[in-house]
């Protein structure tokens, strides 16, 4: 089973602070996803990345993906409540045929709590 | 919104009796996933869909569950005689190849009593 080992597993912190979410694992991901889900509701999909030491900003989020494609992370700049939701990393591999394959391994996810 | 559709949002029940849920997926992807999560957890994947047909199954997938895509289209998860471990949010996901992206609907939540 490849596993995802995702930290921290709960974040409280006040608006306008920094954070960074893990995502580790000992086997190597064709690409990795994160996704931020609100209670009650499925998840969404923030942002893949698929080559190693790939980073991607979207607004105040920055992911990248490590050299050896086996672990990721998620900085958050100047947090707000807005913010505040359950971060998921997902990692995909290719099937036999070497084409890419939809059944993710999820990590447990990082409860983030911004407080006003 | 995903587009990605899942009914009904919640359903609670009693032990020992059946649900099916139903999965619209985004109508150009032929690839349907079923994952289920549980409080605290990540999804786990269930199984998945090539057009109609089922081509992998997890160990999590008793025979007391079974899925189907009968057109290739929308896709339902039944569960007979429920257990209360099966509580769970259950969530389809629309697969879009060009990209390896999941998309998932809102899940389906089940109580069992």
């Known amino acids: 089973t490849q596993l995802l080992e995702q930290s921290p597993q709960f974040l409280s912190i006040q608006e306008g602070e920094n954070l960074t979410v893990y995502c580790n694992s000992s086997?190597?991901?064709?690409?990795l996803q994160w996704y931020r889900q609100e209670p009650g509701e499925g998840p969404v999909l923030l942002v893949t990345?698929?080559?190693?030491?790939e980073v991607k900003k979207l607004k105040r989020l920055t992911f990248q993906f490590g050299d050896a494609r086996k672990d990721s992370s998620l900085h958050i700049t100047a947090a707000q409540p807005g913010d505040t939701g359950l971060y998921l990393c997902?990692?995909?591999?290719?099937?036999?045929?070497?084409?890419?394959?939809?059944?993710?391994?999820f990590g447990q996810g990082t409860i983030l709590t911004v407080h006003p | 919104d995903t587009g990605v559709s899942q009914n009904p949002r919640h359903k609670i029940t009693k032990r020992g009796q059946n649900v099916t849920f139903r999965c619209d997926p985004i109508s150009e992807h032929n690839r349907l996933y079923w994952y289920r999560q549980t409080l605290g957890q990540g999804p786990e994947f269930l199984t998945y869909f090539q057009n109609e047909a089922q081509l992998e199954k997890s160990r999590l997938l008793s025979d007391r569950f079974s899925a189907e895509r009968p057109k290739g289209s929308f896709s339902t998860l039944e569960i007979q005689r429920t257990e209360q471990g099966d509580s769970a949010m259950y969530l389809c996901?629309?697969?879009?190849?060009?990209?390896?992206?999941?998309?998932f609907g809102e899940g389906s939540r089940l109580t069992v009593l």
């Open positions: 997902a990692g995909a591999r290719r099937n036999a045929g070497g084409t890419s394959y939809g059944k993710l391994t």
């Open positions: 990345v698929v080559t190693g030491g």
């Open positions: 996901a629309s697969y879009r190849g060009r990209t390896g992206e999941l998309f």
């Open positions: 086997s190597v991901f064709s690409s």
